[in-house]
């Protein structure tokens, strides 16, 4: 798994990879986001299963960190309302210390 985190106009952009999957996610406050990426990511690190919302003006994402050892499986939805419900975006595994590294650079 990869991704890359870019600002623009104040809001969070991280596109995800995975192989052949990819996907863009944002935020519309960036700051709030890249705080909430990585509280998200240190407290699944230390109990094993967190969240985080990112909120834009049509709907949320929602980032799942689920660990399993050394390893987090992290699943990206998105919602528009409550008719459609959460949507995969993106799944794959990495390694936790690479993400706890990476969210760390970003925050």
């Known amino acids: 798994m990869d991704l890359a985190f870019t ?3 104040g809001r969070l952009v991280c596109d995800l ?7 863009t996610v944002s935020a519309a406050s960036g700051a709030e986001a890249a705080a909430d990426f990585l509280t998200a ?6 109990n094993e299963i967190a969240e985080c919302f990112w909120h834009e003006e049509e709907g ?4 799942v960190f689920r660990r399993h050892g050394e390893t ?9 309302g409550v008719v459609t419900g959460w949507q ?3 799944r794959a595994d990495c390694s936790v210390t ?3 590294e990476t969210a760390g650079r970003r925050a």
């Open 7 to 9: 600002s623009d106009s």
């Open 60 to 63: 949320d994402y929602r980032w």
């Open 98 to 100: 690479w993400l706890v």
């Open 17 to 23: 990879s995975d192989g052949i999957s990819h996907a």
């Open 88 to 90: 995969h975006v993106f």
């Open 72 to 80: 987090f499986d992290v699943a990206v939805m998105w919602c528009s």
């Open 41 to 46: 990511v240190k407290e699944a690190r230390d």
